[in-house]
T-cell receptor
Framework: AQSVTQLDSQVPVFEEAPVELRCNYS??????LFWYVQYPNQGLQLLLK??????LVESINGFEAEFNKSQTSFHLRKPSVHISDTAEYFC????????FGTGTRLLVSP | NAGVTQTPKFRVLKTGQSMTLLCAQD?????MYWYRQDPGMGLRLIHY???????AKGEVPDGYNVSRLKKQNFLLGLESAAPSQTSVYFC?????????????FGPGTRLTVT
């Protein structure tokens, strides 16, 4: 069985500040790891994924996440956020079936 | 490609009424999923399908039924709606050929049961 913990339900930051959204998981087998983003009143979109290989993965809009096997973490980071990054972010683990965390709402203010 | 579409976008039901939510995908994906999203609980898997004619229970299947008669469609039914089923429902699809089982989501259906 797998589980995902996103400890922060809400993270407020100022524009151009760095941010880290935390994700810890547990699994008895190797799994794939994902970050999805949900903008208001929309469905989820894939932000980035870790399958194997390099533990640092990047998205096209400046986010990155690092897979840490020893700490069973897959934290999401961005060095400088924009107002448009305001959204809810979900960490997920699995293969054919995914288990999602409860989400972290990122609130970026000017 | 339209991707994953869901019908309807909004619905209000009275307790005890029934309804069917339709999910359609035009990407020829093998796998399809129904989730519900509730505040503070993330997404929870209701039912899923690994191919035409097959369905399986997810984490929260009680009160729901599904059918996948055609590869591109996945229907979610509520036989007797209850207020606890007030939620936002998302459909998703994926395929093994991508190597990652990346899931593609529809825009959601907001259901209110009074």
């Amino acid at each position: 069985a797998q589980s995902v913990t996103q400890l922060d339900s809400q993270v407020p930051v100022f524009e151009e500040a760095p941010v880290e959204l935390r994700c810890n998981y547990s699994s008895s087998v190797s799994v794939y790891l994902f970050w999805y983003v949900q903008y208001p009143n929309q469905g989820l979109q894939l932000l980035l994924k870790y399958l194997s290989g390099s533990t640092l993965v990047e998205s096209i809009n400046g986010f990155e996440a690092e897979f840490n096997k020893s700490q069973t973490s897959f934290h999401l980071r961005k060095p400088s956020v924009h107002i448009s990054d305001t959204a809810e972010y979900f960490c997920a683990v699995g293969f054919q079936k995914l288990v999602f965390g409860t989400g972290t709402r990122l609130l970026v203010s000017p | 490609n339209a991707g994953v579409t869901q019908t309807p976008k909004f619905r209000v039901l009275k307790t005890g009424q029934s309804m069917t939510l339709l999910c359609a995908q035009d990407m020829n994906h093998e796998y399809m999923y129904w989730y519900r999203q509730d505040p503070g609980m993330g997404l929870r898997l209701i039912h899923y399908s690994v191919g035409e004619g097959t369905t399986a229970k997810g984490e929260v299947p009680d009160g729901y039924n599904v059918s996948r008669l055609k590869k591109q469609n996945f229907l979610l039914g509520l036989e007797s709606a209850a207020p606890s089923q007030t939620s936002v429902y998302f459909c998703a699809s994926s395929y093994s050929g991508s190597g990652s089982y990346e899931q593609y989501f529809g825009p959601g259906t907001r259901l209110t049961v009074t």
